[in-house]
């Protein structure tokens, strides 16, 4: 079983910046694929970034492409969301997932939510106009 946990949400001004954390116990992420998505709501849970077990690989919604890095460190079992210029509309809940595999040079992110197989309990961000 992995167990995730965000940290790092908060209330930010438009314009700022913030960084999430998601950290993992119980198995190393070392082979994981890693997504984060937020919720706001009465709305669907929607994707915002993904990266592959290397971390050479990365993917973001249009939304906030450009604004938002994903990363990760396999030693520290930590992923993180580097997300800059923000917006209201990124005020949302954020949610860390994670699922293992697949490995390989070639290994694709995901970026749809029932690809996942393990969820964080989620860290509020509320971005002030």
């Known amino acids: 079983q992995v167990q995730l946990v965000e940290s790092g949400g908060g209330l930010v001004q438009a314009g700022g910046s913030q960084r999430l954390a998601c950290v993992a116990s119980?198995?190393?992420?070392?082979?994981?694929?890693m997504g984060w998505f937020r919720q706001v709501p009465g709305k669907e849970r929607e994707f915002v970034a993904a990266i592959n077990w290397s971390g050479r690989r990365s993917d973001y919604s249009d939304s906030v492409k450009g604004r938002f890095t994903i990363s990760r460190d396999n030693a520290e079992n930590t992923v993180t969301l580097q997300m800059n210029s923000l917006k209201p509309a990124d005020t949302a809940v954020y949610y860390c997932?994670?699922?293992?595999?697949?490995?390989?040079?070639?290994?694709?992110?995901?970026?749809?939510?029932?690809?996942?197989?393990?969820w964080g309990q989620g860290t509020q961000i509320a971005v002030s106009s």
């Open positions: 119980g198995r190393s992420l070392g082979t994981y694929a």
């Open positions: 997932a994670a699922r293992p595999g697949p490995v390989g040079i070639f290994a694709p992110v995901f970026t749809k939510e029932n690809m996942y197989d393990y």
